[in-house]
């Protein structure tokens, strides 16, 4: 399927929810990039209370390298690696929502917060042509399983907004049936 729309994924730190839906969304043939909005890339450290922190561009390949150094076992142990790996077939790094000047159609985040900052920073734009998009927040858990569950309910609810013949004015109908679908 080739989609007629474009679409952004937005997580937190463009790691692990957003790319498992870019993933899928590309998989499906749909225009997609995906974004993170947080003011670093967080993931978990060897302890709770010490995440380690990144910057946003610094490659999904470093940042894999350098939880390679800290603690191999661990890291592999509890999927970051894994997660980092798939990434990097993606695309080269991860990218901050607000410092991308593309427009898209249509916005997914899958966190309330996200959510939140997304529609702050359109607020906050300059019009662009006045063009309008769709915001969606699919809430999901930031954890592998539940990424790969919200990623497949995106696609499906995607591929519904394709078909639709007028995508502003069907939303809400397109919404409704899909939540009745979903059982949200």
């Known amino acids: 399927m080739s989609s007629r729309w474009s679409y952004a994924m937005i997580c937190s730190s463009n790691m692990n929810r957003s790319m498992e839906a870019h993933k899928q969304m590309a998989l499906a043939g749909m225009r997609t990039r995906s974004f993170g909005t947080g003011t670093k890339v967080r993931l978990p450290g060897l302890r709770e209370d010490r995440p380690m922190v990144y910057g946003f561009g610094m490659s999904y390949q470093d940042i894999h390298g350098d939880l390679c150094k800290n603690n191999e076992t661990h890291f592999r142990n509890n999927g970051l690696l894994n997660m980092l790996e798939r990434n990097m077939k993606i695309k080269r790094a991860p990218e901050r929502w607000q410092e991308q000047e593309h427009h ?66 069907d939303i809400e109908n397109i919404m409704q049936a899909f939540e009745k679908e979903a059982g949200y």
């Open 104 to 169: 898209f159609d249509v916005l997914i985040t899958f966190e309330e917060r996200v959510f939140d900052n997304v529609v702050t920073d359109l607020h906050n734009r300059s019009a662009q042509g006045f063009n309008p998009i769709i915001v969606i927040n699919r809430e999901t858990k930031d954890r592998h399983e539940e990424s790969v569950i919200a990623a497949r309910d995106v696609v499906k609810l995607c591929c519904q907004i394709e078909r639709a013949e007028d995508m502003f004015s």
